[in-house]
């Protein structure tokens, strides 16, 4: 029982077995961080009518239960 105990610090996956650590894949880093700014339905860097619009929204929405002044 003693030897279970003293191993439980060791559990976590380390970067040479964990599939989704790219500590040990540069390629594959590279790769998740291009898809990552494609996949975003949040930026409005290429969509300036998209970000004006929300601008708009926004401030109208952005005092839910307050005065209506």
Known sequence: MANNQSNRGHQGGT???????????????SEAGRKGGQASGGNFANDRERASEAGRKGGQNSHGGGRNS
């Not at 970067?15 to 880093?29: I, V």
């Open 15 to 29: 970067a040479q077995n964990n599939p989704g650590n790219f500590a040990n894949d540069r390629e594959k880093a």
